[in-house]
């Protein structure tokens, strides 16, 4: 028995170590997939306002039929950012510039007293602006996570495991311009 005694406390050596391994191995593609769930959540919201988007033209259009460039910057706004399949960085660039076409397609319609007073147009102002806070949440809760998986992938002693396994840091959604930050503005007044 007692020749057992060295050989138990090596492989609680090696055992210890081991778990540690794959505890923290397993943590981090925990942290992975939650990264992934939640861009999947910004992309829902997402494809949620693009739906609204060409609904929200053929309203202006009905009124505001002169005003083609604004009109066509918003479609072409909303296909870039549609195609647009890079690094949360490159989607965030073609976001802001949807956001920014569509602030010009409300500064617009404040010319057209009968379209800020139709109701399909009121609307869909409101859905945009329920859509923009839903993109919002999806954003923190996606960046939380990042910040989560990118804390666990520098911090040590899980860096090392992060490096042999190839666990690379993640990117955060963010919006450059601060103004861009903010829900397009929507006066819903008489």
Same mark, same amino acid.
């Given at each position: 028995? +007692?020749?057992?005694?060295?050989?138990? &406390?090596?492989?609680?050596?090696?055992?210890?170590?081991?778990?540690?391994?794959?505890? #923290?191995?397993?943590?981090?593609?925990?942290?992975?997939?939650?990264?992934? +769930?939640?861009?999947?959540g910004?992309?829902t919201?997402?494809?949620r306002r693009?739906?609204?988007?060409?609904?929200?033209v053929?309203?202006?259009?009905?009124?505001?039929?002169? +005003?083609?460039q604004?009109?066509?910057?918003?479609?072409?706004?909303?296909?870039?950012?549609?195609?647009?399949?890079?690094?949360?960085?490159?989607?965030?660039?073609?976001?802001?510039?949807?956001?920014?076409?569509l602030?010009?397609?409300?500064a617009?319609?404040e010319?057209?007293p009968?379209?800020?007073?139709?109701?399909?147009?009121?609307?869909?102002?409101?859905?945009?602006?329920? #859509? +923009?806070?839903?993109?919002?949440?999806?954003?923190?809760?996606?960046?939380?996570n990042?910040?989560?998986m990118? #804390?666990? &992938?520098e911090v040590?002693?899980?860096?090392?495991?992060?490096?042999?396994?190839?666990?690379?840091?993640?990117?955060?959604f963010?919006?450059?311009?601060?103004?861009?930050?903010?829900?397009?503005?929507?006066?819903?007044? #008489?």
């Amino acid at each position: 028995m +007692e020749g057992f005694i060295p050989l138990i &406390v090596v492989a609680v050596i090696l055992f210890i170590p081991l778990l540690w391994v794959i505890g #923290t191995f397993n943590g981090l593609v925990r942290l992975r997939q939650h990264v992934r +769930e939640s861009w999947a959540g910004i992309d829902t919201e997402l494809r949620r306002r693009y739906d609204l988007v060409p609904n929200l033209v053929e309203a202006v259009k009905g009124y505001a039929a002169h +005003e083609k460039q604004v009109l066509e910057r918003v479609i072409q706004a909303r296909n870039t950012a549609m195609a647009s399949e890079g690094s949360p960085e490159s989607q965030a660039r073609d976001e802001n510039a949807l956001v920014g076409s569509l602030k010009q397609l409300f500064a617009v319609s404040e010319d057209y007293p009968d379209l800020k007073a139709s109701g399909n147009f009121l609307h869909l102002q409101q859905e945009l602006v329920n #859509t +923009e806070d839903r993109i919002q949440a999806a954003r923190r809760f996606y960046n939380a996570n990042v910040r989560d998986m990118n #804390t666990r &992938v520098e911090v040590f002693p899980s860096n090392i495991i992060a490096g042999m396994f190839s666990f690379q840091r993640e990117e955060f959604f963010e919006v450059e311009d601060a103004s861009v930050r903010l829900a397009p503005q929507v006066n819903l007044g #008489t």
